[in-house]
Each structure stands twice: as C-alpha cells, then as structure tokens.
C-alpha cells in the first residue's frame, strides 16, 4: 500500500489550495478515505472523510463550509479543496485509508503553512 500526497505549500491567510492523494496497492474504490492533520504541538485531528460506495462526506467543524474532500475512484485519487485558509489551518496533512486513526495505512504527509 502507498499513499502520496502533493499540493502543500505556503499560502496567505484567505488563499486556497488543494491537496492530491495518489493511492496504490490496494482496492482503492472499497475504502472510505480521511484526511487529517497535526499542527505542531497538538494531536493529529479527522479534518474530513469520504466513503468508498457513495461519496457521502463529513468534516470537522472548524472546515465545514470551506474544505471539500473529493474522489476519482478511476485515478485511485483522494483531494482536499481547501479554501479561505486561516492561521490555524497550518499543519502537515495526512491522507489514510478508512475512519479510525489507529487502523489503516498513512501517507507521509505534506505541509500546509498560512501565513502573511
């Protein structure tokens, strides 16, 4: 199983970006995926989550209305449209397979800093 994950960068407080998570080695299609995030200090949070069979999503309260977790289950890809980025938004993020934080297979991670 990998995952890699791309699109992190620097933006400036109210900027967008998106993050890709190319998947491979497994079933990609059968399994819900989850982004999550740590920001330095503090524990890796659920930031958003799509299911396998109909790509119903759900998201943390402090993203709700301005990320948005999407699938192409043909490109084996997970995104994270994330727009209106705030301070605290900072963190590497994480793509998993599947819900729980402590089952499933990690990415790497990728850094997302806001700042002006």
């Known amino acids: 199983v990998q995952l890699v994950e791309s699109g992190g960068g620097l933006v400036q407080p109210g900027g967008s970006l998106r993050l890709s998570c190319s998947a491979s080695?497994?079933?990609?299609?059968?399994?819900?995926m989850t982004w999550y995030r740590q920001a330095p200090g503090k524990e890796r949070e659920l930031v958003a989550g799509?299911?396998?069979?109909?790509?119903?999503?759900n998201y943390a309260d402090s993203v709700k209305g301005r990320f948005t977790i999407s699938r192409d289950n043909a490109k084996n890809t997970v995104y994270l449209q994330m727009n209106n980025l705030k301070l605290e938004d900072t963190a590497v993020y994480y793509c998993?397979?599947?819900?729980?934080?402590?089952?499933?297979?990690w990415g790497q991670g990728t850094q997302v800093t806001v700042s002006s």
């Open positions: 998993k397979t599947g819900w729980g934080r402590n089952s499933g297979y």
């Open positions: 080695g497994f079933t990609f299609s059968s399994y819900p």
């Open positions: 799509i299911t396998s069979a109909d790509g119903r999503a």
